[in-house]
């Protein structure tokens, strides 16, 4: 449980020193309970008491890692059950399932997919993070086979080992361990050789048990073995009961405040419906309540796309506007003659505007000041995009010296800048676009051709 402020402050030296910039131990102690504060800004607490603050003080909900280099990821960390009373940190994570009694086909099939699944939406990269690779065969050397297959084939997968066998896990392992992978299938059984191992390679540890209630005696069991890297998962079968489960465990983490629960989450959606809708709709459910790893059978566009657009609605900040890098951006083989577009920095209006001028075939270039952040209109009500704004970036982006054109095509719902810009802009022609980005193409083509 949280400590109180006066819990805290029988923990510190009593000095009254001011040193930590509070002028008492006791306002060091309530600033600290609040979370205000580092414990380590007081340089006379004991080792003991250090210990003691900063686990009562860490977030209820552990963060975890798996990967390695630039594959790692992070996993839980979440401090508040609604998206809207802060923001969620952590995105989930989709993984696609592979085991060793599938065909060469159907395994070679999904790593292709995997692969092909691959683009950029609203500047961040959208893959399958984890190739979760399961041994049903029993048999060691079919199982290092599928994992030696899957890590030379995926691009950027890291494999999630599932098994319960000790000694096909520590080989699974050893074939792996470069790329920092998920241990899965710590169970009541075999705990203690799969934390011994966890332990030994640095490992996100997976941990399941057939309920709520033998897992939170089995991860107590763990914690006690002094492991804490772990991810969770009952084994209950019905979309009902893992929904409930996934609920309380965040729940008894966040609100009871309960550290034994205090872990990630990972949703097998590939073993609660085999009709590849009905896994995309449990997923979605899972993206929003609280899944931090979601397997799927396979993956395609028509999973993907919702998908993936749906993780970055949710693991956005509301409290931050998706926003682009200002600058001048080359759309296709656009050369120093080419036409000279300008919109704001709002990431969904760049990535429609650039996406409509792709679609148009004509190589352009796109201007981006700094709009705050905000879409056209928005933008414009604050004054975020005037004559002066855009004047100041064809400025700082050079644009006089790499363009010859002297036109500039603004956005049809603020014609009203037309005069400002002309104003601010001497020798500069403001042509007014269309209203729409959808408009685009045709507007370029025509206006490439008169
Ligand atoms: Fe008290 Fe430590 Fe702050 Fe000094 S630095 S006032 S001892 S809390």
């Known amino acids: 449980m949280a400590l109180t402020g006066m819990d805290i402050y029988k923990l510190l030296p009593k000095k009254n020193c001011k040193e930590c910039g509070f002028p008492t131990c006791l306002a060091f102690a309530m600033k600290l309970a609040q979370g205000g504060v580092e414990a380590e800004k007081c340089p006379y607490m004991s ?32 401090t508040v059950l609604f998206r809207h009373e802060k923001t969620f940190v952590n995105r989930t994570r989709f993984a696609v399932a592979f085991s060793d009694t599938m065909s060469d086909e159907e395994i070679q099939s999904k790593i292709e997919h995997m692969n092909t699944v691959d683009y950029i939406r609203i500047s ?30 995926c ?7 599932i098994t ?24 009541e059984q075999n705990y203690e050789a799969m934390v011994n191992l966890a332990k030994q390679y640095n490992l996100l540890l997976g941990v399941t048990a057939p309920d ?18 772990l991810l969770l998962s009952t084994e209950s079968t019905s979309l009902k009961q893992v929904f409930d489960d996934v609920v309380n465990i965040r729940r008894t983490a966040l609100v009871s405040q309960d550290r034994t629960f205090g ?11 085999k009709e590849k809708m009905m896994q995309l709709a449990i997923a979605t459910l899972f993206v929003e309540k609280y899944g931090s790893v979601i397997v799927l059978d396979d993956i395609d566009y028509s999973l993907a796309l919702p998908l993936f657009a749906l993780r970055q609605n949710i693991y956005t900040d509301p409290q931050r506007p998706m926003k682009v890098e200002q600058g001048l951006y080359k759309i296709g083989s656009a050369d120093e003659n080419a036409p ?30 700094d709009a705050g952040g905000y879409s056209v209109l928005t933008a414009w009500a604050a004054g975020k995009l005037s004559g002066k704004t855009i004047a100041k970036a064809v ?44 408009l685009l193409p045709k507007f370029l083509r025509d206006y490439t051709d008169k």
Not at 155 to 161: G, L, T
């Open 47 to 78: 080792e003991d008491a250090k210990t003691r603050l900063s686990e009562a003080t860490a977030p209820p909900m552990r963060t975890v890692k798996f990967g390695a280099g630039d594959r790692c990821y992070s996993l839980g960390g979440e």
């Open 124 to 153: 961040e990269e959208m893959y399958v993070e984890i190739a979760a690779v399961e041994c049903k065969s029993g048999n060691k050397d079919t199982f290092l086979s599928l994992i030696k297959r899957v890590k030379d084939g």
């Open 155 to 161: 691009k950027k997968a890291v494999p999630m080992i």
């Open 164 to 187: 319960s066998d000790p000694e096909i896990a520590k080989a699974a392992v050893e074939e792996c361990k470069e790329l920092g992978p998920i241990l899965f299938g710590a169970n």
């Open 212 to 229: 709520q209630e033998k897992l939170y005696e089995l991860v107590q069991k763990i914690q006690n073995l002094g492991y804490r890297e």
């Open 263 to 273: 872990y990630p989450t990972v949703v097998f959606a590939n073993k609660l419906a």
């Open 340 to 369: 000279l577009l300008v919109t704001v920095d709002f990431a969904l209006t760049y990535f429609i505007v650039s996406g409509e001028v792709e679609r148009s075939k004509v190589p352009a270039w796109v201007l981006i000041p």
């Open 395 to 438: 400025k700082d982006f050079t644009v006089e010296e790499k363009l010859k054109t002297r036109e500039i095509i603004i956005p049809g719902k603020v014609a009203v800048l037309k005069a400002d810009i002309e104003d601010e802009l001497p020798g500069w022609k403001v042509v007014v676009g269309p209203e729409e980005a959808a």
